[in-house]
């Protein structure tokens, strides 16, 4: 079965940087588009970035860019997101993602394009 468990997450102050790391196992990770979200508490869980299957495009919400970066090791089964300058405003529980298909577009920005995730890693930011 897929799994992806994430690490990375941790109490940081403003203008600090982090690197989430996302290992994935169970199938052919090489073959999949993958994703980040996050969910700030009282809030829905939203979008960040994605990556699709061989790292050539990446998308990113318009409150992740010029910070976020996503990539991809795929001889390692790991996503990554790198996070510049972080900010309290970016304080959430964030998730990797994958979907059930291969090959889809890394335009797909809703959790239900997603069928299975991580368990979370913890990024709070103070100011």
């Known amino acids: 079965q897929v799994q992806l468990v994430e690490s990375g997450g941790g109490l940081v102050q403003a203008g600090d940087s982090l690197r989430l790391s996302c290992a994935a196992s169970?199938?052919?990770?090489?073959?999949?588009?993958m994703a980040w979200f996050r969910q700030a508490p009282g809030k829905e869980r939203e979008f960040v970035a994605a990556?699709?299957?061989?790292?050539?495009?990446?998308y990113y919400a318009d409150s992740a860019k010029g910070r976020f970066t996503i990539s991809r090791d795929n001889a390692a089964n790991t996503l990554y997101l790198q996070i510049n300058n972080l900010k309290p405003e970016d304080t959430a529980v964030y998730y990797c993602?994958?979907?059930?298909?291969?090959?889809?577009?890394?335009?797909?920005?809703?959790?239900?394009?997603?069928?299975?995730w991580g368990q979370g890693t913890q990024v709070t930011v103070s100011s």
């Open positions: 993602a994958a979907p059930r298909n291969t090959y889809t577009s890394g335009t797909n920005y809703s959790p239900n394009d997603y069928n299975y």
């Open positions: 169970g199938r052919t990770f090489s073959r999949y588009t």
């Open positions: 990556i699709t299957w061989g790292g050539g495009s990446t």
